[in-house]
Nanobody
Framework: QVQLVESGGGFVQAGGSLRLSCTAS????????MGWFRQAPGKEREFVAAINWSGGRTRYTDSVKGRFTISRDSAKNTVYLQMNSLKPEDTAVYYCAAADNGGTLSTQVFFDSWGQGTQVTVSS
């Protein structure tokens, strides 16, 4: 497993932006599919976005398409989630995740490493 550390959460008004970062330990960052999940109070954890090893393929949940962008910098072992046009319903703890599957964003991806989470709060 890889160690993941998130940063960048905070408090923002509706319509604002935040950028989350997740730095991974180890020297095999390129072999991981990286993803972001979130969990709102009283709700189950849900998928937000994922990116393949090269950054050339991404996937998003419908509710964030056009507003969020996932990217990665392999030189820095870091994955980002740029969040624009934030809404109160985006309020949640956001988790970074990694799947040790060679970096291929297949139909089903099993994420087996998780960060500790970072809080994002969007006020109306």
């Amino acid at each position: 497993q890889v160690q993941l550390v998130e940063s960048g959460g905070g408090f923002v008004q509706a319509g604002g932006s935040l950028r989350l970062s997740c730095t991974a330990s180890g020297r095999t960052f390129r072999s991981y599919v990286m993803g972001w999940f979130r969990q709102a109070p009283g709700k189950e954890r849900e998928f937000v976005a994922a990116i393949n090893w090269s950054g050339g393929r991404t996937r998003y949940t419908d509710s964030v398409k056009g507003r969020f962008t996932i990217s990665r910098d392999s030189a820095k072992n870091t994955v980002y989630l740029q969040m624009n046009s934030l809404k109160p319903e985006d309020t949640a703890v956001y988790y970074c995740a990694a799947a040790d599957n060679g970096g291929t964003l297949s139909t089903q991806v099993f994420f087996d490493s998780w960060g500790q989470g970072t809080q994002v709060t969007v006020s109306s």
